[in-house]
């Protein structure tokens, strides 16, 4: 008969494979929460998203998607606090919204809403150092 | 007290992978793709840019004005701001146009790979009051006019002498989408729909 401080092999090598699942969804969660939230620019045929300029803290900033890649139209739009600012629709071009064009808005709590149909519709790159 | 630190130690290494997990999808992103260094590039290096001919806010205050400015990478910024003569940007909540200086923003594209550069400009709150909706573009030189569809009206708009032409109207066009047909010299239309 097993002791109790002494566990059978079996129920032993299942804590040890319980510890390195928890261990490994630990390692997946971290990696996902950084890829979600840190994402202010990326590639989807064409490269868009959030550009903070020469400062991430001088309220210059764009909303941006890169021309190329077919001739479709292209988005690009700032949102503040959540309300819409402005922005542009454009032809076979780069979309360039600068934040100054519109005024002056905090950029840590500035978002860029990009879409290029038919890549990728219209989602949310946030400032690299959100705060909103 | 064994059991205790057993569990400490276990919750640390929770902490320490999902910390690893970050600096790794960090580090991933970083090597994945940097955006390019801005072409068009930071506004500051911008050069002064042409301005073309204003047309009158449908409201009132300064008029507006389509900025064409070359990048040093041979493209062409189409911006679209108030104007004063010299001063160019938004204005603000006591009717001053608040002059942005020099900047690569719009439309970017090479020059001549489309017959214009077009493009909608959506302020949904101007600092004076209302919102408008700007068509704005660059017509090429065979181009002899520009015709502004929207819900069934439409608009036929000459460029100036600068190549350049521009439609303001008051609101937002909400989900409607606007057609840009550009005419040429021998006919033939080219549409884009924004």
Known sequence: ?132 | MRLIGGRLAFGAAIVLTAAAGVASASAFRAGAYDPPAPDPAEPLDAPPGQLGETVADPVGGPPWVVRITPTPAGKRCVSVGRTDGSAFGPVNAAGDIVDTGPSFSGSCAEPGAEPAQVAVARYPHLATGGARTVVFGFAEGDVTSVTVTRSGTFEVIAPDNYRTFLLVQEGMSGDDRWTVTITLTDGTEHSYTL
């Open chain 1, 1 to 132: 008969m097993d002791h109790p401080a002494n566990p059978p092999a079996a129920p032993r090598r299942m804590q040890g494979g319980l510890v390195a699942l928890v261990l490994a969804c630990s390692f997946s969660f971290g990696a996902i929460v950084e890829y979600a939230l840190a994402d202010d620019y990326h590639v989807n045929c064409v490269g868009h998203g959030f550009l903070h300029g020469a400062s991430q803290t001088d309220g210059s900033f764009f909303a941006r998607v890169e021309g190329g890649c077919g001739s479709g139209s292209r988005s690009c739009d700032i949102y503040n606090w959540g309300s819409y600012v402005g922005g542009y629709t454009v032809g076979a071009a780069t979309c360039n919204a600068w934040s100054r064009d519109w005024g002056d808005y905090l950029e840590c709590a500035s978002t860029s809403h990009s879409t290029f149909s038919p890549y990728f519709g219209n989602h949310v790159h946030k400032a690299s150092n959100w705060c909103g």
